[in-house]
């Protein structure tokens, strides 16, 4: 299929009279997402780069290994498995040869319409995203070493997974991308980032892309790749053309149990006080008690399995356990849920945010889907009182009082923020890649 120029649309608020049966009104959602035209041969290079394992240290994980589309851009697991794992999604398993040092420790976020203008706030603490006060536009952890050329935030967050040890890089020293991690040499000459650079730069097929997006024979820079990657993103997973999206343009109705669901999310339920917009989220950080399980977010040489969210990132000890509201398009789609995957199905979470501190306390571990990995400690955490109640004193949600047949009618609007459209994928996935290297389909 070949990509098209990505047009900006309006929408329309009109009543629905299947909204009207659940007591509600159409939400005033403010101004339509705007989508920044895309040039077709840099998303068709963004593609082959998307699902090739040539970007990481091992040449055994691409951006798709946790960012699937079969699994609805995330990876269906809980806490993937990236270097020295083998399989995808929930039947991802650890190579014995060469066994993962731990759980990635976020979930895997998904990627829907992570290219629309505004939504420039990435990963779970939002560590990464677009501030005019630094010099390259845009607050990343390499902060002064960070590098200009990255034409949006998301181009340049496809790229730090590259530096993760446990995402893409590999175990220290067992490759020169990891042993340049190793070392501190990531954005500078000569460091990780160029040397993935000049891997691609030297595949014909790539070289020969390159010089279609750039310009023939410009040097192909780090940047480069973030770009075409972020255009991939950018067309593949735009997901605007929902039941919801339908209904609000006034093509098309919810079901009744939808649109009382609707006026639940933007009524008594609450759920748009964070969930705001055309894209269900206010791009904010909040402490919603998730369970915490996993390794935990802590630096090489700390032994906590905790994961104090936004705090690692400004310091402020108001922002402990503070995540960023995902958006909710395709969510049905992206389970399991919460930034540590709590939570199996999209009933379960809905039901923690009623009352946050009694999921804590009362979490069902078996709703957490974890490949095997021995010798893990997943659950130190939650096995600790104190830890635990440090997560519940931060919550930043009350409680709310909903009845079976509400729950059931928030999670069938959660359903109708489905684009089956995009969810089927515009370009899919390649049959081969430049570098010849497996591709997971």
């Not at 083998?86 to 895997?108: F, M, S, T, Y």
Request: aromatic share 8%; proline share 7%.
């Amino acid at each position: 299929m070949m990509v098209g120029q990505i047009p900006c649309f309006a929408f329309v608020a009109v009543v629905l009279s299947s909204a009207a049966l659940a007591g509600s009104h159409l939400p005033d959602l403010g101004p339509a997402p705007v989508f920044s035209p895309v040039d077709p041969d840099a998303a068709e290079l963004g593609q082959l780069l998307f699902y090739d394992p040539i970007l990481s240290g091992n040449r055994t994980v691409s951006c798709a290994s946790c960012h699937h589309p079969r699994f609805g851009t995330g990876d269906g697991v809980s806490l993937s498995l990236g270097d020295g794992g083998q399989g995808l999604g929930p039947e991802r398993q650890a190579d014995p040869d060469n066994l993962p040092e731990q759980r990635i420790p976020r979930n895997a976020p998904a990627l829907w319409n992570l290219g629309a203008a505004g939504m420039d706030v990435m990963f779970h603490d939002g560590r990464l995203e677009a501030d005019p006060n630094y010099g390259a536009g845009i607050r990343t952890p390499l902060e002064g070493d960070m590098v200009a050329g990255f034409d949006s935030a998301l181009s340049a967050q496809a790229m730090f997974p590259v530096l993760s040890a446990d995402e893409m890089a590999g175990h220290y020293g067992e490759n020169e991308i990891s042993r340049a991690v190793r070392l501190g040499q990531l954005s500078h000459e000569g460091g990780a980032w160029d040397l993935i650079a000049g891997r691609v730069a030297a595949i014909p097929e790539y070289r020969q892309r390159f010089d279609t997006v750039l310009g023939e024979g410009a040097p192909i820079r780090f940047t480069d790749i973030g770009n075409v990657l972020a255009a991939f993103i950018r067309f593949e997973f735009r997901a605007m053309n929902s039941p919801f999206d339908r209904a609000m343009a006034g093509e098309a109705t919810l079901s009744a149990e939808a649109a009382m669901g609707q006026g639940l999310f933007y009524g008594k339920a609450m759920c748009s006080s964070c969930h705001s917009g055309w894209l269900q989220t206010d791009n904010g950080f909040h402490a919603i008690a998730i369970p915490q399980l996993g390794p935990g977010k802590a630096a090489r040489f700390e032994s906590h399995a905790r994961d104090v969210g936004r705090l690692r990132v400004t310091g402020v000890e108001e922002d402990a356990y503070r995540f960023r509201t995902p958006s909710l398009r395709n969510v049905s789609l992206t389970a399991p849920y919460g930034h540590s995957g709590a939570y199996a199905t999209l009933e379960s979470v809905v039901r923690h945010h009623l009352d946050p501190v009694a999921g804590l306390r009362a979490y069902d571990r078996t709703q957490a889907i974890l490949p095997v990995l021995d010798g893990a400690s997943d659950w130190r955490v939650m096995d600790d009182p104190a830890e635990v109640a440090a997560i519940a004193d931060a919550n930043d949600l009350a409680p709310i009082s909903l009845g079976d047949d509400e729950v059931a009618a928030l999670v069938a609007f959660l359903h109708a923020l489905t684009d089956e459209e995009a969810a089927e994928g515009r370009l899919g996935v390649p049959d081969q890649v430049p570098s010849g290297l497996p591709v997971e389909p």
